[in-house]
């Protein structure tokens, strides 16, 4: 076993797009991208998430904090400053942070009564 910390300080997702609608009560039932953030190290992180689309400027930086030796789930919905980020457009986001963190991006579609529930690994950079 090594004491090396575990995962990356970049991390890139390129198939982001927001449902718009859900088919049961909110919140539980919202449609929505979340970022799933693993701090396995011994300090605070801060992770600086920046937001690209295929017909603007990218929007960013949205900074999230994730505690030492902590996971951390952050609705893409409720990221609201400096800009929420809008439903049913593609984006792609770019996770960097000054200490190693794993990042998925887990999807629930909940448009139909069959749920859809999917995990993105993204691309460690």
């Given at each position: 076993?090594?004491?090396?910390?575990?995962?990356?300080?970049?991390?890139?997702?390129?198939?982001?797009?927001?449902?718009?609608?859900?088919?049961?009560?909110?919140?539980?039932?919202?449609?929505?991208?979340?970022?799933?953030?693993?701090?396995?190290?011994?300090?605070?992180?801060?992770?600086?998430?920046?937001?690209?689309?295929?017909?603007?400027?990218?929007?960013?930086?949205?900074?999230?904090m994730?505690?030492?030796?902590?996971?951390?789930?952050?609705?893409?919905?409720?990221?609201?400053?400096?800009e929420?980020?809008?439903?049913?457009?593609?984006?792609?986001?770019?996770?960097?942070?000054?200490?190693?963190?794993?990042?998925?991006?887990?999807?629930?579609?909940?448009?139909?009564?069959?749920?859809?529930?999917?995990?993105?690994?993204g691309?460690?950079?």
């Amino acid at each position: 076993m090594t004491n090396s910390p575990i995962g990356h300080r970049r991390w890139a997702f390129t198939a982001g797009n927001i449902p718009a609608r859900g088919s049961g009560p909110e919140p539980e039932f919202t449609s929505r991208d979340e970022l799933c953030i693993l701090n396995a190290g011994s300090a605070d992180a801060c992770a600086a998430v920046t937001v690209y689309f295929a017909d603007r400027d990218p929007v960013g930086v949205y900074r999230i904090m994730v505690p030492a030796a902590r996971v951390r789930h952050v609705r893409i919905n409720d990221l609201i400053e400096p800009e929420a980020v809008p439903l049913t457009v593609p984006y792609a986001m770019v996770v960097t942070c000054g200490a190693p963190i794993v990042v998925q991006v887990r999807r629930l579609d909940t448009r139909q009564s069959a749920l859809a529930l999917t995990v993105d690994s993204g691309m460690p950079g």
